[in-house]
Every structure is written in structure tokens, then in C-alpha cells.
């Protein structure tokens, strides 16, 4: 099993930044992508970015230009920086491992003036 644990989210005015961290622990050594999904309210749940072990990533059109993501393979960490925020951007943003084999327990991200 792996363990997923997310940091980082809380209330940006528009236009601001915010980074969202993730620590694994368990099997670590299973793992092969790091990532992110959010969920808004009232919508499906949706990637946002993810990032594989030999570097690899793919983003959502969305977010393209706006948000980075990185990991460190030694740490077993991702991280998501998020720029130039907008109030669509407000959901609860969950860490993943091997895409949705493994998820966190989520944390809020909200975008308002």
C-alpha cells in the first residue's frame, strides 16, 4: 500500500500563486506517477497535471502555462506550483500515485476576492 499525504491548499485572491506538496510513504518503490486531480463542486473529478519517474508529463488544457509540476524520486515527493490562479481553479486538489491507483485525502484550494 501507499500512503499519500497533501499540503499547501487555503484561500489565494485571483491572479495569485500557491504550491501544493505530497508526501508517499509505504511501498514507495511501486511507484511510477506522481499526480494531481481536483474536484470542484458539482463536477467530476479531473486530472490536473502528473509527472511519470523518468519525467514524463502531461498537463490538463486548463492549466497548461499556469501550473508546474515536479517530484523528487528520492523523497518521494511531487509538488504543484499553481500561477495565475483563477476562481475556476477552486477545488479540492487530491495527490495520486500510479495515476488513481492511490489518492490522499485532499486538500482545498479556493480562488475569490
Known amino acids: 500500500q501507499v500512503q499519500l499525504v497533501e499540503s499547501g491548499g487555503g484561500l489565494v485572491q485571483p491572479g495569485g500563486s500557491l504550491t501544493l506538496s505530497c508526501a508517499a510513504s509505504?511501498?514507495?518503490?511501486?511507484?511510477?506517477?506522481m499526480g494531481w486531480y481536483r474536484q470542484a463542486p458539482g463536477k467530476q473529478r479531473e486530472l490536473v497535471a502528473v509527472i511519470t519517474s523518468g519525467g514524463t508529463i502531461t498537463y490538463a488544457d486548463s492549466v497548461k502555462g499556469r501550473f508546474t509540476i515536479s517530484r523528487d524520486n528520492v523523497k518521494m515527493t511531487a509538488h504543484l506550483q499553481m500561477n495565475s490562479l483563477k476562481p475556476e481553479d477552486t477545488a479540492v486538489y487530491y495527490c495520486?500515485?500510479?495515476?488513481?491507483?492511490?489518492w490522499g485525502q485532499g486538500t482545498q484550494v479556493t480562488v475569490s476576492s
Open positions: 495520486t500515485a500510479n495515476y488513481n491507483s492511490y
Open positions: 509505504g511501498r514507495i518503490n511501486s511507484i511510477y506517477a
